[in-house]
């Protein structure tokens, strides 16, 4: 392979138009939360929006620190030179964590949220609202429990997120393979940790919305859906970045290895909906169809939509190799799969809360438009206190020059 004279101290400069939009979409945020908060028949649907975009936030921060281990753990050398895009976002995760308690929490307090399992009378046999099914899970669905699952669940993958940032920082100062196989060691214990509890977390914050109904494959879908989330949010800040002058290393075999990801998960995200709905429908049991019931009667166009932007979209439009090497071709479909996923969670979170009540308006693009700005601000923030290259990994030379 040829030699390259990159600049391995290259410092992504967070300045200009993508500071100051950031900083406006905030902005819009905060002017929709407190549009909602301002009349009381708007609590629930704000508070709904809240922890779908929180609940986002965190999922692809924390998909940032799972995409982190996967490389050490795989000993892939093809992604050494893209790392420090998962790792900014992989830093950002305690914030996205401190923010979902806090919404889950209020939730919580003011009845706006978990109303299925958390409200008067529900677990005692006194009273006229006795919930015998949500009784029987009131061991799991109590408040206290639930809430310290979610603090020790999003903690640890917090600490370990910070953990691969930091030894990546020291083996930037230090070289060697000291670092290296740390990182290789907390990677596994990592994502032992995280396949199992993913499910888990994903059971308490989005099932347990519809207390009454339940999936063993739910947990699975959502980490596919945070998982492919997460890839298209690292291709399009890559290419970006890319298109502004940076990361000149980065070549079209860096993309269409991020591009095969997406469309190979894309297609696992359909077929672990699509087993869920298989089997719940053949099923026909009552307890389970009516998740479904809800979201044929009134989310119909979400429902159909959800599948056209998170299956449709990406397998057609990078079936075909030159599509995934082609930038904004990949940028397209990347953010398509986001808003795409946004759907997804809003048709897996808006009817266990404003139940047929629900709209699209100002709240629903305000807080969405906030949190992006967010995302945007902290993670590019991050992004820039650093170089943009893992100058001392063990494979980064076979990274820049990676060809397929």
């Known amino acids: 392979m040829g030699t390259h004279n990159y600049n391995l101290t290259e410092q992504f400069e967070f300045t200009g138009k993508a500071k100051t939009l950031s900083i406006i979409a905030i902005v819009v945020g905060i002017a929709a939360i407190g549009y909602g908060f301002s009349a009381e028949a708007l609590h629930e649907r704000t508070f709904a929006n809240l922890l779908l975009m929180a609940y986002y936030f965190a999922c692809v921060c924390m998909s940032g620190a799972f995409f982190l281990a996967v490389q050490f753990v795989a000993q892939a050398g093809w992604s050494a030179s893209i790392l420090r895009v998962p790792q900014a976002m992989a830093k950002v995760l305690p914030i996205a964590v401190v923010i979902l308690i806090v919404v889950m929490g209020l939730g919580l307090y003011t009845h706006n949220l978990y109303h299925h399992w958390h409200a008067d009378g529900l677990t005692d046999p006194s009273s006229p609202n006795y919930d015998k099914l949500i009784d029987g899970k009131s061991a799991f669905l109590n408040v206290p429990f639930f809430m310290a699952r979610q603090v020790i669940f999003l903690g640890v993958y917090s600490i370990f997120a910070l953990l691969l940032a930091k030894l990546s920082n020291n083996e930037d100062l230090h070289g060697g393979l000291n670092s290296y196989r740390k990182s290789f060691k907390y990677s596994c214990i990592f994502l032992v940790i995280y396949g199992f509890t993913t499910p888990i977390f994903a059971f308490d914050t ?186 001392n990994h063990p494979f980064l030379q076979e990274s820049l020059n990676h060809h397929l």
């Open 206 to 391: 989005v099932m347990s919305l519809e207390a009454h109904w339940f999936s063993t494959m739910f947990g699975w879908y959502n980490f596919a859906a945070m998982w492919v989330s997460s890839l298209a949010t690292i291709a399009i800040i890559i290419i970006l970045l890319r298109k502004s002058g940076y990361m000149s290393w980065v070549n079209n075999s860096h993309l269409h290895n991020l591009g095969q990801f997406i469309f190979g998960f894309s297609i696992f995200w359909t077929y672990v909906w699509f087993a869920q709905f298989l089997l719940i429908y053949y099923a026909n049991m009552p307890e389970e169809t009516v998740y479904f019931y809800i979201r044929f009667e009134h989310y119909e166009f979400w429902f159909y939509l959800n599948l056209i932007l998170n299956f449709l979209a990406p397998v057609l439009l990078l079936m075909d190799r030159d599509n995934k090497r082609q930038e904004n071709t990949l940028l397209a479909v990347s953010i398509v799969v986001l808003i795409g996923h946004w759907v997804d969670y809003y048709q897996m979170i808006m009817p266990g809360t404003v139940a047929e009540h629900h709209a699209f308006g100002f709240i629903e693009i305000g807080i969405a438009l906030g949190f992006v700005g967010l995302f945007t601000f902290t993670v590019l923030s991050s992004l820039s206190k650093k170089p943009l290259i893992a100058k």
